[in-house]
């Protein structure tokens, strides 16, 4: 039997990849000390990887496939196949923001200001390049963790470090005067599974229904029954995605109208479809949207 060997974030992803996978209909269940965890799929084997690392095993040939970072692909400089990115996070779905922060009562404003001081992060590849590129010699160092504390501990001039939205940071007593980069979640493959038929089809599946899920994310669809009369005056006031599917009901001037759309405009346009005189107005959610 073909298999195709998966990483799985393992940290703050985790939770949000699951419920992503569960949405493309793949249940995969993990324990406090299962690294190689069940999946409802025979062809698939999971394991359970540090995004940071995720990269170096896909390149390697450890796994064929696997989710992590942008920003540990390019810190790790992998030469791995980028299949699609995949914007989510832990709590969103927005790019998290690699920031320079100082202390709040720091002088630094600028990048320049930091030239000869240290800055503590755990993208340091990337974050010596950053700074090399722009003529401003930095000491980088390693941080195992507590990033935010280093400043204030005064092991650190600076951080560079993850955030979305910087509450964090601010709570540490910290602000930012920079943003290195954004970085979002993709799928990366091993060259050589991609060059397998096999496993590249396997792997555009899980892509495909991935992004699917993703995209339903913000949308709903609704469902009305509207009077032909009123018809035209209803489709005129429905942002669908894609043109409405109507179907005639059964012995009646009335017509089933069926649409997707985003989520936030729904409070806004269902009063609007019963002024127009749509009824039986049904929103339901959505697993996938391809």
């Avoid at 990269?55 to 980028?82: C, M, Q, R």
């Avoid at 504390?149 to 910290?174: F, M, Q």
Wanted: hydrophobic share 40%; proline share 3%; glycine share 6%.
């Amino acid at each position: 039997m073909n298999i195709l060997k998966l990483g799985i974030p393992k940290g703050s992803l985790q939770e949000a990849t699951l419920r992503l996978f569960d949405k493309s209909g793949w249940k995969i269940s993990i324990t406090d000390r299962n690294y190689f965890p069940e999946i409802n799929d025979d062809t698939i084997q999971c394991s359970v990887l540090r995004a940071q690392e995720m990269p170096i095993h896909v390149e390697n040939g450890a796994i064929d496939a696997g989710l992590t970072g942008k920003d540990w692909k390019e810190e790790n400089e992998s030469d791995v196949v980028t299949v699609a990115d995949l914007i989510y996070s832990k709590v969103s779905q927005s790019p998290v923001r690699w920031v320079l922060a100082v202390s709040a009562d720091s002088n630094i404003k600028k990048l320049p200001e930091l030239q000869g001081k240290k800055i503590a992060t755990e993208l340091v590849n990337f974050t010596r390049k950053y700074f090399a590129q722009r003529g401003v010699d930095v000491n980088v160092e390693f941080s195992w963790g507590t990033t935010e504390a280093k400043v204030v501990a005064g092991l650190a001039d600076a951080i560079v470090e993850v955030t979305e939205t910087g509450s964090t940071l601010k709570a540490h007593g910290l602000k930012i005067i920079h943003e290195l980069m954004q970085s979002n979640t993709i799928l990366i493959a091993n060259k050589q599974a991609w060059e397998d038929s096999w496993k590249r089809a396997k792997i555009q599946q899980i892509s495909l229904l991935l992004k699917g899920a993703l995209r339903a994310e913000d949308m709903v669809g609704l469902k009305m029954n509207v009077p032909k009369e009123r018809l035209d005056r209803i489709i005129r006031i429905l942002p669908s995605i894609t043109s409405p599917t109507m179907a005639s009901l059964f012995q009646s001037n009335w017509v089933s109208v069926e649409v997707m759309i985003h989520k936030e405009k729904v409070r806004e346009l269902i009063p609007d479809l019963i002024r127009e005189g749509a009824e039986g107005i049904i929103e339901y959610p959505l697993n996938k949207v391809i």
